[in-house]
């Protein structure tokens, strides 16, 4: 049957080239022998020229707080020598670069010795009781725990919310001097790939749906991604999300059920999604920043891939579970992250979860909570219709008319405040404090869930999918990239993203995007014989991201998807499957897929010719009017689908290389003037107050008076017109619009030994630990209030657990919304921040603001949901 001319390219680029049988990066080939064997000569380049010149910092417990964000030690290591040494660094001041005559790089087995002296910051520690950062957090005796060095070159990470994982990188002083060191292997030779170089089947693949095409690779592929697949079974039945992560991930796995595993694993889905379900039944947000949810919301993924599990099985009973389930998770939901105001849903971006990965640093995971993100929406949106959906087919009228509505406002929301018509694509966030602002970023997943939900609209949605940028090796996670922050989902390529990509290319009718898709999945599954979790946009080499797994659930869940659900189009309804195929030109030809399961039935399909329009469809030999096949047949049965070898139009896609924006400003204010430092690159800058543009300028200065209160913010410009995240926002207030009231005047201080906090002490609030709080306040002008907390959560590091703190406010007894409270480091009780904030019509006199836990406001950990209060502040926004 592989009757495809091998010699000829399906696909090429500059980058790469796929065949029928193999694929070309360079010099590297990978080869399919047979559809049960791939043989690949790839070998990664990430240590062949290193360079010797290195970025680094120093880090007091994990945080980034040794010297203001972007202001980073140079050192060019000897690249004749093996082993190379820093001068004695002080903590907090700069090792300027010294010019290099020329580019050096470092040889296999290079090493550095990093010698810190911490000495003033232990001598702040004995006098003061505490250290002042660089970032201009204060960092307590109490608190301190270790010392670790990050960076820009492997080993270094800049990651500096799992810098206390890696211990490799804690610095040491073995004899309590005050002097760290710490000893570097800056170019190890790989005595162990990374990656493999030859696949071949090892397991029996007869209980699935078996492919065969004209295209010996693809069959490989498939085959190969059928087998990863059959290892991610873990032996209490539930889908392992990779090689490097044991257990499910509710995102991870439910991403990769609605791709392919609802069909081909269905038992193994239920229990997987069964085991992200908490003691109260609702979803659990596994991960996310600042203690999983409410910071992070987009557990409710996990409703889309109820629905297709169920549209797979027909199982009523799993209908029944699973909309309890989805129901008091929307409940909870609207109650805390809907956002009145905008019509969007609060929390972090969906799946980029790794905060400074795509956020700008200044983000504190309060701020995280306070941003609207694209995909997160997309993924509340369809949500709901799901729902909604339930609701009908279980009689719950009243149910599905309240789900139908948040989704119909959510969707109106997103095209009204996500939509840039410029670009022809949305944004990907709105962020900030007081007033949010769009970041003109795009994020592929979002985009794609537009398309695929029916978010965007037909015309809106052909527009997305030819205007978002398309680097060489594929779709990046974000564009443009951010620059100073390593390859994972900034600078990377994920194939999961990827193949919804290609599902949105496939609705649109997009064929060269649809083609570009699958080859940008079947070029790194080829060349690394494995679906890996992901790989740097810039060269699109497995090496290089901060973490990466083989066998990857919803990488190999896409690349399944390439056949089932592109090629031969095949789509679950409640009560029949459909076939919907897109089939390129360059990949025409018979295929079959013999053996797929439908419930009580199995059939045996046969897809004929090219293009997405149907000339005919025979079922067991009899002509159908329809390419579909109903719920209730059982047995065996042949299915026959010709296509009239037709093309869409020429579709457009947006080729870009991959393009990285300036630095990000940062202010300070003096003499009634913002100022902030030369951005490299940068040829303006644009000026805000309030979330509206005040000005453009190319100065680094703009006079800003105190008259009222004033969120000020820059964005730098580059030639090309790409924009740096926007600076954190600086206040400029006079202090007869701010009212501060101390914690503990209304209750009892608590007695922890804390320090940090501002007048006597503070107080505690808990489950049962004062869980009403009431602060007797007085305005003197009518107008919008921004109401906040100063708080410390020390329950769990900043990038993971579940005890994320969580009151509601309310004003005069009447509730207003949810104020999160999220951890902020593991036990560091004494790091002190500002929590979520509300803004609330007062008129002037007197008022109560009451800050109080209930039912709605519990978190993922149920059982521990505690918070230090020090400071009730309250600003005037205006009148």
Not at 548 to 556: E, T
Not at 719 to 742: C, D, H, K, M, T
């Amino acid at each position: 049957m592989y009757t495809a001319n091998a010699q000829q390219p399906l696909w090429k680029s500059e980058a790469y080239s796929i065949y029928a049988d193999s694929v070309v990066q360079q010099t590297f080939h990978a080869k399919a022998i047979s559809a049960k064997e791939i043989v690949s000569d790839y070998k990664s380049p990430a240590n062949e020229y290193k360079p010797a010149g290195i970025s680094f910092k120093f880090s007091i417990n994990g945080k980034d707080n040794e010297m203001v964000s972007g202001t980073d030690h140079h050192f060019t290591m000897d690249g004749d020598r093996l082993r190379s040494e820093t001068p004695l660094i002080v903590f907090g001041k700069q090792l300027k670069p010294k010019k290099a005559s020329k580019v050096t790089y470092l040889k296999a087995g290079s090493s550095l010795l990093v010698k810190l002296d911490m000495r003033h910051v232990f001598n702040d520690f004995n006098t003061k009781g505490f250290y002042a950062g660089g970032d201009g957090s204060k960092i307590y005796k109490e608190d301190f725990k270790a010392v670790y060095i990050a960076g820009s070159s492997a080993p270094l990470i800049w990651d500096f919310d799992n810098l206390v994982h890696h211990t490799e990188l804690k610095m040491n002083d073995d004899d309590g001097d005050g002097i760290y060191e710490i000893l570097l292997n800056m170019n190890v030779e790989e005595k162990e790939k990374k990656t493999l170089s030859h696949w071949k089947l090892e397991t029996d693949l007869s209980a699935f749906p078996r492919y065969q095409s004209p295209y010996l690779l693809g069959d490989a592929l498939y085959n190969m991604s059928l087998e990863e697949m059959n290892r991610a079974i873990e032996p209490d039945s539930t889908l392992r999300t990779g090689k490097e992560w044991a257990g499910v991930w509710t995102r991870d796995v439910s991403y990769s059920i609605i791709l392919s595993m609802a069909h081909l694993q269905p038992r193994a889905a239920q229990y997987s999604l069964m085991r992200k379900v908490d003691k109260k039944k609702k979803i659990i947000q596994d991960t996310g920043t600042g203690g999983a949810w409410p910071v992070s919301t987009d557990r409710m993924i996990w409703a889309v891939a109820a629905w297709e599990i169920y549209k797979v099985t027909g199982n009523v009973n799993w209908l029944k579970d699973a909309y309890e389930v989805i129901r008091n998770s929307i409940y909870a939901d609207m109650k805390t992250v809907y956002d009145e105001e905008t019509g969007l849903v609060k929390g972090e971006s969906s799946f980029l979860d790794w905060r400074e990965q795509t956020y700008p640093v200044w983000m504190q995971p309060a701020d995280i909570f306070e941003s609207e993100n694209l995909g997160t929406n997309a993924v509340h949106f369809q949500a709901n219709i799901v729902a909604a959906s339930m609701a009908a087919v279980l009689n719950d009228q009243a149910g599905a008319d309240i789900f139908r509505q948040n989704a119909s406002r959510i969707k109106k929301a997103i095209n009204e405040k996500l939509w840039m018509p410029d670009a022809g694509t949305y944004a990907q966030y709105l962020y900030g404090r007081g007033h949010k602002m769009v970041s003109p970023r795009t994020e592929a997943l979002g985009a794609a869930l537009c398309v695929i939900f029916g978010i965007a609209g037909e015309e809106r949605a052909k527009q997305v999918v030819s205007s978002m940028p398309i680097s060489p090796y594929g779709i990046t996670c974000i564009y443009p990239q951010i620059p100073g922050i390593p390859p994972y989902h900034n600078n990377g390529i994920w194939p999961f993203v990827q193949s919804y990509w290609l599902w949105a290319g496939a609705q649109t009718k997009n064929e060269t995007s649809v083609m570009e898709s699958i080859a940008a999945i079947y070029r790194p599954a080829a060349l690394f014989a494995t679906n890996k979790e992901n790989f740097v946009a810039t060269n699109g080499d497995y090496a290089g991201t901060q973490i990466n797994s083989s066998n990857m659930l919803w990488s190999l869940a896409g690349n399944i998807s390439i056949v089932h659900h592109v090629l031969f189009g095949i789509r679950f309804n409640e009560d029949r499957v459909v076939f919907q195929p897109f089939v390129p030109k360059a990949l025409q030809g018979e295929r079959r897929l013999d053996n797929f399961r439908y419930r009580d039935a199995i059939l045996d399909i046969t897809l004929q010719g090219y293009g997405d329009e149907i000339e005919a469809v025979l079922i067991d030999g009899v002509k159908a009017s329809r390419a579909e096949f109903p719920a209730s047949q059982q047995g065996r049965h042949s299915i026959r689908i010709v296509l009239k070898n037709t093309t869409p139009g020429a579709m457009a896609v947006n080729h870009r290389a991959v393009e990285f924006t300036p630095a990000m400003p940062i202010l300070t204010y003096k003499d009634f003037k913002l100022h902030w430092q030369k951005i490299p690159g940068a040829v303006k800058y644009k000026v805000f107050v309030n979330g509206m543009p005040l000005t453009e300028t190319r100065s680094t200065s703009v006079k800003i008076f105190p008259d009222t209160v004033k969120e000020c913010q820059v964005i730098a410009i580059d030639q090309n017109g790409l924009e740096s995240f926007a600076s954190e926002p600086f206040e400029i207030v006079r202090a007869s619009f701010r009212q501060l009231y101390e914690t503990e005047e209304q209750l009892p201080a608590a007695a922890y030994p804390y320090a940090g906090y501002s007048g006597k002490g503070f107080i505690e609030s808990g489950v049962a630990v004062n869980p009403v709080i009431r602060f007797a306040i007085e305005v003197d002008t009518p107008g919008d209030y921004r109401i906040d907390f100063r708080y410390a959560n020390g329950n769990g590091p900043v990038n993971t657990d579940n005890k994320c703190a969580v009151r509601t406010l309310l004003v005069d007894d009447q509730p207003v919304s949810s104020l999160v409270f999220p951890q902020r480091g593991k036990d560091e009780w004494s790091d002190w921040g500002w929590s979520s904030g509300l803004t609330v019509k007062l008129g002037a006199g007197k008022h109560v603001i009451q800050l109080e836990y209930k039912g709605e406001n519990e978190n993922m950990s149920i059982d521990v949901n505690q918070v230090m209060l020090d400071v009730l502040r309250i600003t005037m926004l205006g009148k």
